[in-house]
């Protein structure tokens, strides 16, 4: 196969990063009014991931996110009014202030992850069980690392207390801050059996043809291209020949093997493929970004330069770019969609869109011009000043005349810098 491709872009899974762009930053402001009110909330005031009762100052949120999420003066409440489905901006009727709280749907959308989480607990510990033991011979990881992965596995923000901590029979969790696998007498037998094997089996039963060899579909992976990847003679032939290399299971330890020769290394380079594919496979939306994939990047033997690695086999994975200014990267697992769409849903996704639709809703159906109304004076604290509380005002009230100024490209660009996962291994995105 060739080892440097250029990447071709598939608009489906684009289209799923620009809808992510706004939850992103949705979550993030989120996390910081959660942060903001935490020293007066009430007790109970954010049990089961709801906070639509609390409210905080806008001038405290906004200043929390210039300095946090590095985000420009007017970015934080130009997105609060682009999404009154989510957020609510009123003059507090004591303090005389701009606060800021979600709207109920909003606390009903994260109030629903946060109960399918806790639902499917038993799902989350299996396959934080098989995450240890893609890390061979030791099986074993760090703790931090884990919690930057907690989204995209299902985890509960608590997960350290609640499945590892609580689970002394499955997990140790040792002083210096790794997370052990404990072999358990009631594991399931197919434990060690990787997602592509089943797919593999199943798909030969159902689509067994006459005569077909067994050596075809033996270490196959599931391929679909690009819409435009051009494919060559040549290029088919070396795609066939990799589809039939044998390659050792992810989950067998390997490092005693001899790679002086050729091929034990591409059986290798094969091998961290379906490690790769195994994680995605394990993750809630069969996606996670770049750079989190890079902290597993020793446990799984994917080589140093990962998204030269990847975009070798663009019909197994997809590299989006969309997001924090093309400088966040996110790889989707192909074979699991189809159209944009996930085809093996679950609950933690199905809550997932409910915000994702949330987000996703006109202003046009919100009642805007009561809470324009409510927030009197607040337009120069939301804009951070006279100059920039009129911008606001004319974008979204009008000028003198009623006429509003046209949202552009720029203005529509949400949580193109969130600053999520900035700084976490970039020297392996290159």
């Keep these: 196969l060739p080892q440097k491709q250029q990447r071709v872009r598939d608009h489906a899974f684009d289209g799923i990063m620009e809808v992510q762009k706004r939850v992103r930053r949705f979550l993030a402001l989120h996390a910081l009014l959660l942060y903001a009110a935490t020293p007066t909330a009430p007790s109970g ?41 989510a957020f609510h901006l009123f003059l507090h009727p004591v303090h005389r202030i701009l606060h800021v709280r979600l709207t109920p749907r909003a606390s009903a959308a994260l109030r629903l992850e946060a109960d399918a989480i806790a639902s499917l607990r038993p799902g989350a510990v299996l396959r934080l069980r098989k995450l240890l033991l893609l890390a061979p011979p030791h099986h074993r990881l760090r703790l931090e690392h884990i919690r930057l992965l907690r989204r995209d596995f299902g985890l509960p923000d608590d997960f350290a207390d609640s499945i590892i901590l609580s689970n002394p029979a499955l997990f140790r969790l040792t002083p210096d801050g790794f997370v052990e696998f404990v072999p358990s007498p009631d594991d399931p037998p197919d434990l060690t059996v990787a997602a592509v094997e089943r797919s593999r089996e199943r798909h030969y039963r159902e689509h067994r043809a006459p005569g077909a060899g067994e050596e075809d579909a033996r270490f196959a992976f599931p391929t679909r291209f690009p819409p435009g990847f051009k494919i060559g003679k040549y290029f088919r032939i070396a795609v066939w020949k990799w589809q039939r290399l ?79 200014q093309g400088k966040l990267h996110t790889v989707f697992l192909r074979e699991a969609y189809y159209k944009g769409e996930l085809l093996d849903s679950n609950e933690i996704h199905d809550a997932r869109r409910k915000l994702e639709e949330l987000l996703l809703m006109s202003r046009e159906k919100a009642n805007l011009d009561r809470m324009f109304t409510s927030m009197g004076r607040g337009w120069d604290e939301l804009g951070g000043g006279r100059r920039g509380g009129a911008e606001l005002r004319e974008k979204f009230l009008g000028d003198a005349g009623g006429r509003k100024r046209k949202v552009g490209a720029d203005d529509e660009d949400d949580g193109a810098d969130s600053g999520e996962d900035s700084g976490v291994e970039s020297l392996y995105i290159d």
């Design 45 to 85: 005031a954010f049990s089961a991931g709801g906070s639509g009762a609390v409210s905080v100052p806008f001038s405290r949120l906004g200043a929390l996110s210039r300095r946090q999420l590095r985000l420009a003066p007017l970015d934080a409440g130009n997105f609060m009014l682009r999404h009154p489905h």
């Design 246 to 324: 044998p390659y050792a299971s992810p989950y067998a330890d390997v490092s005693g093997h001899d790679l002086r020769s050729l091929e034990a290394q591409r059986r290798m380079e094969k091998r961290a493929v379906a490690a790769v594919h195994e994680l995605l496979s394990l993750t809630v939306d069969k996606r996670t970004t770049l750079e989190r994939l890079a902290l597993f990047r020793d446990a799984l033997g994917v080589p140093k330069k990962i998204k030269e690695f990847l975009l070798k086999y663009q019909g197994i994975f997809y590299i989006s770019t969309r997001g924090n």
